[in-house]
């Protein structure tokens, strides 16, 4: 059996930049393994611009920025399969994947760093009622199909879901000359970005049907129509406020999860945020395996993503040559009151961890209120936000001095400001 | 009279308002001013789209203009997009349309497709 140091399941941003890392700590016998014929990931269909202004301080697409990191990857020769889709991980680390070249081959690693990414909630999983036509398409397939494959999915748009990557379709395929007559959101607010809404929506006039949802599809072969509806506080659609449009075609964009079933099968306990759970250094309660990017949890900035990619990468790379340190710390993390989930689920402190990164949402906008961490009950960290919405991810920096217990638990939860 | 909006310079898409004599509040950065100005007074975008490209692996290739344009030039500019078409070799900032459609930005490729 072949074996390697390090192999790093995906070649998007989170694996790449873990590559790098990985490399750079002195870990040269990596193989990334890449199931599609591109390095690069989900970028290489993310043609907007706006990523990077946080890694190199400019605004780049996505196919430029993923280019920096292939560079960097082709520079050191670090070996890559693309077109090859991983089956299996096994607990002592054989990892299994199957390619057009190589058959099913298994390679022994000494470490694993899981970067598989996540997938698009589809249309059975939210069961719209209604015919089921052809033209009812996940938002990032027609993307896909627009910006890689060069061809639109329909003429006459209508998109479920406010999530960033329907309101970039929405321009996208306003742009290239389709007509996008609304886009409807379960929520009363809007789970994409300020700007989206700005630069992708209202530039070109296209409304949002805030707590509204998709009652009906109808056609025989192909959608020839769609019907929304209002929906009332516990999202039941309210009859009378139905609404039809004449559409070809409708999109949606209703959540993205962790592609993670590959360490779920190993039985590795699963984080709120539908990845495994993992402490500081991204490492899964397997040692040797870790998880980083979206398959960990769905970041909205690619900038995070690497950063989390790199902190796996150095981490693998200490594993390897045996550096990593041990720790008979051990504190779990919980999302508490108001918070969706918390990265990472576990804290092994360790006498070199200066501070402890926390990453974690809310689980809907609000205002006025107080971050707080508290640990084994008592809180240690308040901090103020004038505004917090789920879309947009905390990231939050304890020096290590705050935490006075190497064990126990610790909750991140909301507590709204007291208005005298 | 005072104009609300929202800034489109980075992800925080703070809401700015921008009164008659352009003074700009509810910016977190310096950069909101800037963009505050240029959107009352004359707001740009950059256009990302794709151009046909004769290659084995790609039927598309990424493009985008490489300084923001006049808004209402949008469709104008997409317009030339669409009837472009490119053979490889092509280098990320390459020039695919200098000056498109007399906007003073050129069209530039963002990706490598060497075949």
Do not use: W
């Amino acid at each position: 059996m072949e074996r390697r140091d390090l192999v790093i399941i995906g070649g998007g941003s989170a694996g790449l930049s873990a590559a790098v890392a990985a490399y750079d700590k002195g870990v040269k016998d990596i193989l990334i393994l890449e199931r599609i014929a591109f390095l690069g990931g989900i970028l290489n269909q993310c043609i907007h611009n706006g990523f990077g202004l946080h890694e190199f301080n400019e605004e780049l697409t996505g196919p430029e920025f993923l280019t920096r990191f292939v560079k960097q990857v082709e520079e050191r020769h670090i070996d890559y399969k693309l077109n090859a889709f991983v089956t299996d991980i096994s607990k002592d680390k054989v990892v299994t994947y199957s390619s057009a070249e190589d058959g099913v081959t298994q390679i022994q690693a000494k470490a694993i760093i899981m970067a598989a990414g996540c997938y698009e909630r589809n249309a059975g999983a939210i069961g719209i009622p209604g015919d089921r036509p052809s033209g009812v398409v996940t938002a990032g397939q027609a993307q896909l199909f627009l910006n890689d494959y060069g061809y639109m999915v329909g003429k006459r748009v209508f998109i479920l879901g406010s999530g960033d990557i329907g309101l970039i379709m929405a321009r996208r395929m306003t742009l290239e000359g389709a007509k996008v007559l609304g886009v409807a959101e379960l929520m009363p607010y809007s789970n994409g970005l300020n700007r989206n809404i700005q630069q992708c929506l209202k530039d070109f006039d296209i409304p949002l049907y805030l707590s509204h949802t998709v009652t009906k599809t109808i056609g025989r072969s192909r959608l020839e129509a769609i019907e929304i509806s209002e929906v009332d506080s516990s999202f039941r659609p309210i009859k009378g406020t139905e609404k039809r449009f004449e559409v070809d075609t409708l999109l949606l964009s209703v959540g993205l999860i962790p592609n993670n079933g590959l360490l779920d099968n190993l039985g590795i306990p699963q984080s709120r945020s539908r990845g495994s759970v993992v402490n500081q250094k991204m490492e899964t309660e397997i040692e040797g395996i870790f998880s980083c990017g979206n398959v960990l949890h769905v970041h909205d900035l690619v900038d995070y993503v690497v950063a989390e990619g790199r902190v796996a990468g150095e981490a693998a790379a200490e594993y390897i040559e045996g550096k990593l340190k041990k720790s008979d710390s051990l504190i779990l993390t919980e999302a508490g009151e108001g918070v969706g989930y918390v990265v990472p689920g576990r804290i092994e402190l360790t006498d070199e961890d200066e501070k402890i990164t926390f990453k974690f949402r809310v689980r809907k906008p609000m205002k006025n209120v107080y971050i707080v961490f508290s640990l084994n009950g008592i809180p240690f960290k308040k901090i103020y936000k004038q505004a917090i919405i789920p879309s947009e991810m905390e990231i939050v920096n304890i020096p290590r001095n705050l935490l006075v217990s190497n064990q126990g638990k610790i909750v991140v939860s909301t507590e709204p400001k007291e208005v005298k | 009279m005072a104009t609300t909006l929202t800034c489109i310079i980075c992800p925080n898409g703070c809401q700015l308002t921008v009164d008659d004599d352009l003074n700009v509040t509810g910016n977190k950065c310096l950069r909101g001013v800037e963009y505050g100005k240029q959107e009352v007074t004359d707001p740009r975008r950059t256009v990302t789209s794709t151009v046909k490209i004769a290659s084995k692996q790609l039927r598309v290739c990424p493009v985008k203009t490489n300084v923001a344009i006049p808004k209402n030039m949008i469709f104008k500019v997409m317009e030339i997009v669409n009837q472009t078409s490119i053979v490889p070799p092509v280098y990320i900032g390459e020039v695919i349309v200098k000056d498109i459609a007399g906007t003073g930005a050129d069209l530039v490729s963002t990706r490598e497709v060497l075949d």
